[in-house]
T-cell receptor, first 112, second 115 residues
Framework: GEKVEQHESTLSVREGDSAVINCTYT??????FPWYKQEAGKSLHFVID?????DRKQSQRLIVLLDKKAKRFSLHITATQPEDSAIYFC???????????FGDGTQLVVKP | AQTIHQWPVAEIKAVGSPLSLGCTIK??????LYWYWQATGGTLQQLFY??????VESVVQLNLSASRPKDDQFILSTEKLLLSHSGFYLC??????????????FGEGSKLTVL
């Protein structure tokens, strides 16, 4: 089955800098790649996603890049703010089923 | 607007005791429903999913079972808890053809401590 690896377990940046979280996947049939944010002690909520028919998507300060050849995707957070501090999970799945596979999460710390 | 409510918020249970966790979705008909388990500080493991009332698919065997008795309700249970069941249980729904086509909307979670 699919295996999603999240390369940074922790990431520390200064407020205002950019943060980049990288993920790789193994299933060439995966076509949907969402990102979720989990603040301390809370549940997950969706932040942004990308589908395999595009290689870049931006929503305000969030940019997702997808490299299908390398089976790699990444989340870029620009102009980081302290409230961006959280655990970020990448995930991957196929269009045709109900299985979604998560990475192990990246703890992002934004220092003032 | 759709809402998802999980109960209880937290439970402390003894090894060998039964467990029932619930999830209700309001404002959305025929959602796809999911249970996830998260060990403390860990990744998310999908446990079950359901596309329609009465039908539940198991993803991993953790001595847990799930049922969908109503369109808007998803129940996770076991008759005998193990220490390894401790963690954070998350219910989620999506409104596309499957988890692969739409985002997941998570409930607030149920924290389970087994002693």
């Amino acid at each position: 089955g699919e295996k999603v690896e999240q390369h940074e377990s922790t990431l520390s940046v200064r407020e205002g800098d950019s943060a980049v979280i990288n993920c790789t996947y193994t299933d060439t049939a995966s076509s949907y790649f969402p990102w979720y944010k989990q603040e301390a002690g809370k549940s997950l909520h969706f932040v942004i996603d990308i589908r395999s028919n595009v290689d870049r998507k931006q929503s305000q300060r969030l940019i997702v890049l997808l490299d299908k050849k390398a089976k790699r995707f990444s989340l870029h957070i620009t102009a980081t703010q302290p409230e961006d501090s959280a655990i970020y999970f990448c995930a991957a799945s196929r269009n045709s089923n109900n299985r979604i596979f998560f990475g192990d999460g990246t703890q992002l710390v934004v220092k003032p | 607007a759709q809402t998802i409510h999980q109960w209880p918020v937290a439970e402390i249970k003894a090894v060998g005791s039964p467990l029932s966790l619930g999830c209700t979705i309001k404002g959305k008909s025929s959602p796809n429903l999911y249970w996830y388990w998260q060990a403390t500080g860990g990744t998310l493991q999908q446990l079950f999913y359901s596309i329609t009332v009465g039908q539940v698919e198991s993803v991993v065997q953790l001595n847990l079972s799930a049922s969908r008795p109503k369109d808007d309700q998803f129940i996770l249970s076991t008759e005998k808890l193990l220490l390894s069941h401790s963690g954070f249980y998350l219910c989620a729904w999506s409104d596309w053809g499957g988890a692969g086509t739409g985002q997941l909307y998570f409930g607030e979670g149920s924290k389970l401590t087994v002693l």
